[in-house]
């Protein structure tokens, strides 16, 4: 190999499904290229994290052709960011910058909304996110259903805590909807370092962002905190979400799957789920505390 060359460590991945995709959690991803509707080539920070991911789904899923390679860095991340395109959910549209939105001269607005709010031309809201290696950009499942379970909330006026905010996008659409405070945690600084960029796409979205571990994080009580984590991080971090939420307030759950649905439940009861969706077998959960009457 010539050493001038980055070459990505990959395993291509056929034929691909969510339920791989959700085994893949368990590994340093850095990005997921979909080459086609069930061939995925999916790329890793390191070697060790790619062999040890071959290893183990083989074992998971072994009908699947999972071949190891490395892929010289011809840009591809750039070329393939390209090809993404705005999506809408709800009355919200989540658009790289490349394909915003033209905003309406007028039309109905929210009471959050500023000068520099973004909206399509029947007048919803706007959230422009730069797409980067390893960060939502909207286009999973999981981002759309917590975008939707967001919207039918009454967000306005209200606290929000984003725990594990990625690029930031939950948080930024709950500031642009109307919270009166609205923070995104995370345990990766690169994480974070890609929600500021997208921040200052969104000049009217009032976020504070931090880099800090939900066991250890001291943020006081939310109305609302939303985590779109993993099934298994949702279970051993439950009593740690259940103290975010403030008296009256709810859980916004996802990042698990249909079969992870009773176990992430028996977790935190008694608090009960007052809406649910579902996209992909990936599952939406929105909790509020039971009261004994």
Known sequence: MDDRVRFWPSLDIHPASELLQA????FEVTAIDERSTDEWRVFFTNAEQ???????????????????????????AARSQASL?????????????????????TGARPAAATDETRFTDDGGLVVVIQPSMGFG??????????????QALDVGGR???????GSGVLAIAASLLGASRSVGIDDDP?????????????????????????????????????????GGLLIAAARTLQDF?????????????????????AAFAPWHVERR?????????????????
Do not use: K, Y
Not at 137 to 150: F, I, K, N
């Open 23 to 26: 085994a893949l959690v368990d």
């Open 277 to 293: 969706a579902e996209e992909d077998e990936w599952v939406c959960l929105t909790l509020r505390l039971s009261v004994r009457s």
């Open 137 to 150: 950009t909207g286009h999973h499942a999981t981002t759309r259903l917590c975008l939707a379970a967001l």
């Open 245 to 265: 939420v403030a008296r009256g307030g709810c859980l916004v759950l996802s990042g698990l799957m249909t079969s992870e649905e009773p176990d992430v439940a």
């Open 159 to 165: 606290t929000v805590i984003d725990v594990g905010t």
């Open 190 to 230: 690169d994480a974070i370092a890609a929600a500021l960029e997208n921040l200052e796409l969104n000049p009217p979205a009032d976020v504070l962002l931090q880099v800090a571990d939900l066991r250890a994080a001291d943020l006081g009580p939310a109305d609302i905190v939303i985590a779109n984590l993993t």
């Open 50 to 76: 790619r062999d040890r991911a071959a290893i183990a789904l083989q074992a998971g899923f072994p009908s699947v052709s999972i071949q190891a390679v490395d892929v010289p860095d011809d840009n591809w």
């Open 85 to 105: 395109r705005a999506i809408r959910v709800g009355s919200i549209t989540v658009a790289p910058p490349w394909d915003v939105p033209t905003a309406p001269e």
